[in-house]
């Protein structure tokens, strides 16, 4: 009899299939509004105190069982020659902070002196995250406008854009003096990664809702009207995400396994499933329907993109036709498409399947969730005593497809990852055009792994690591991760992130589909834009709705 075990890392944890995943159910996004439905949290506005052109400060409260917490939103009138996506930006649209807790008018005037500046201003220990956010500015006024006469906005504007605001960041975990993410890790409610932050994103599309139908009554008076819940629905919050977000999956590896685990153990889950229940037939079949119009949507004029978004619609119709032609009751009938997927499918087209095959199983899978975070603290420490003869194995193992490289090619270490100056956000350079290589970043573990391992050649198998350290203390680094990967298994992203056919966009897609995030467009090969929440029931909906049932609307 096969065993079915989680797919190996090493076809996993490709870049390019990484650059595949789509949301699922063990995205961040989903994972929160599971635990606020079913822990019954409830939200309100305390405070909203604005202008005819936005400016002014907002309060809104999410209670859960033990604890609240509060997003304290400021708007701001921007000039348009300041609005910017870009990091180094100075001024926004909006700015925010989530409070742990309810904040005081003390804390409130403190927080309107720095959460404006960003990065300029300082937060304190009972500040979880902090973001800014910026209008996408036409669609942004032609809602405003019509609300305001009486109208709603038109369907089509508000489906092409899919937000009213876009973040250009939403840091926590220590940013700018917020609290580290120690002080929350044992709460429930942040048991699961990134729960704050998402708990974040989800609290600013309402107050952005909520802001332009308060600008739209500030403007038409009494002819105003709310926005429509269905086209309210159908508008998430964008965001743009660049290079500083690429090197994380690099430099939290512990945390990365977890990750992949988690969802490799759930496909292994529902690939083990002797037979499938006709509901659950169903209820994947008809989700792939969504998922087929929400495919036909998805709009990017990157090269890169649209090549995949044709390929993608090819393979969704594939599926489909194969669907017709199977029974999926018959005995392992899960397995048995998998590896159909697997030899017809492209990349995306499989990546797609494997979140479509969990969603009729949350009973058996949603508790993974509580595995994801990651102590990193425990895996740092060194095992000085490992042999080199083990060490060498491990290499071997892991970083295999490393070794085989010809490191003396220029294309092989094209380029360099170093952390700007100005805004210490990471970059990516070019070796041999530009002088960065004082200032590279350790993000070639590849390249790390191909020099140590060369460095061991002389060394004897029972020669305890600390003795090659003593002599070899640049290879300290390199070390730590072997040891990291030989216990966690998808630590390690199996490609070499220096080269010159390297896409960062890889990297941030693999993490924001871990998110949740939705319909990404890749402005260049190190940035994209996507939508988070688009679709989910906003806070006033989550008691009486679905918390799953968005993430194949369209």
């Not at 929160?32 to 400060?57: I, N, P, Q």
């Not at 994209?528 to 194949?552: H, K, Q, S, T």
Request: hydrophobic share 45%; glycine share 6%; with cysteine.
């Amino acid at each position: 009899m096969t065993v079915i075990s989680r797919r190996p890392p090493e076809q996993v944890m490709r870049l390019a299939r990484m650059g595949a995943f789509h949301q699922h159910r063990l995205s961040f996004m989903r994972i929160l509004l599971r635990r606020m439905k079913a822990d019954g949290w409830t939200f309100h506005c305390s405070s909203f105190e604005f202008d005819s052109k936005g400016v002014g400060c907002g309060l809104y409260v999410a209670q859960g069982p033990e604890r609240a917490y509060s997003l304290v939103a400021f708007g701001h009138d921007l000039p348009p020659d300041m609005r910017s996506d870009r990091v180094i930006a100075t001024a926004w649209d909006a700015t925010f902070t989530l409070f742990d807790g309810i904040p005081t008018k003390a804390d409130l005037e403190r927080l309107n002196q720095n959460v404006p500046l960003q990065e300029a201003g300082r937060v304190t220990g009972r500040e979880l995250t902090v973001s800014r956010a910026n209008r996408s500015v036409r669609l942004w006024d032609h809602v405003v406008s019509r609300l305001a006469s009486g109208q709603q906005p038109e369907a089509g504007m508000l489906r092409d854009v899919g937000y009213l605001m876009r973040t250009t960041a939403v840091y926590g975990s220590g940013k700018l003096g917020a609290a580290d993410r120690e002080v929350i890790a044992d709460r429930a409610e942040c048991a699961a990664p990134f729960q704050m932050e998402m708990l974040t994103v989800f609290l600013i599309r309402n107050f952005v809702v909520e802001l332009a139908e308060h600008m739209a009554r500030a403007l038409g008076g009494k002819k105003a009207v709310p926005l429509d819940r269905a086209l309210r629905r159908g508008l998430g919050i964008g965001n743009s995400t660049g290079l500083g977000m690429a090197p994380f999956l690099i430099n939290h590896p512990v945390l990365l396994n977890n990750w992949i685990a988690a969802r490799e153990e759930a496909l292994a889950v529902v690939r083990r499933l002797p037979s499938a229940k006709q509901v659950d037939v169903e209820f994947f079949c008809s989700l792939l329907v969504c998922a087929a119009r929400n495919v036909e949507e998805w709009r990017s004029d990157h090269p890169l993109q649209v090549a995949k978004l044709q390929e993608l619609r090819r393979d969704v119709g594939r599926l489909q036709s194969y669907i017709e032609s199977v029974d999926l009751t018959a005995p392992m009938s899960w397995d048995r498409l998998y590896h159909w997927a697997e030899l017809t499918l492209d990349l995306d087209g499989q990546e797609l399947l494997v979140s479509l095959m969990l969603e009729p199983y949350g009973e058996l899978i949603d508790g993974f969730a509580s595995c994801m975070s990651a102590d990193e603290g425990a895996a740092f420490v060194l095992d000085g005593a490992m042999p080199v003869g083990q060490l060498r194995a491990v290499l071997a193992d892991v970083y295999g497809w490393a070794l085989a490289l010809d490191w003396g090619a220029q294309t092989t270490q094209a380029r360099v990852w170093y952390v700007s100056a100005e805004k210490l956000e990471p970059r990516l350079g070019e070796r041999f055009a530009e002088p960065l290589a004082d200032y590279e970043q350790p993000l070639s573990p590849g390249r790390d792994a191909a020099r140590l391992y060369a460095d061991l050649a002389d060394c004897a198998d029972e020669m305890p690591v600390a003795e090659v350290l003593l002599s070899h203390p640049e290879h300290r680094h390199m070390v730590r991760r072997a040891q990291i990967a030989d216990r966690y298994p998808y630590a390690e992203i199996r490609d070499n992130t220096i080269s010159a056919e390297v896409l960062p966009i890889d990297m941030l897609r693999a993490k924001l589909a871990f998110f949740g995030a939705q319909h990404f467009d890749p402005r260049s090969d190190r940035w994209v834009r996507i939508n988070m929440f688009r679709n989910a029931p906003y806070p006033d909906e989550l008691a009486g709705a679905d918390p799953d049932g968005w993430a194949y609307s369209t």
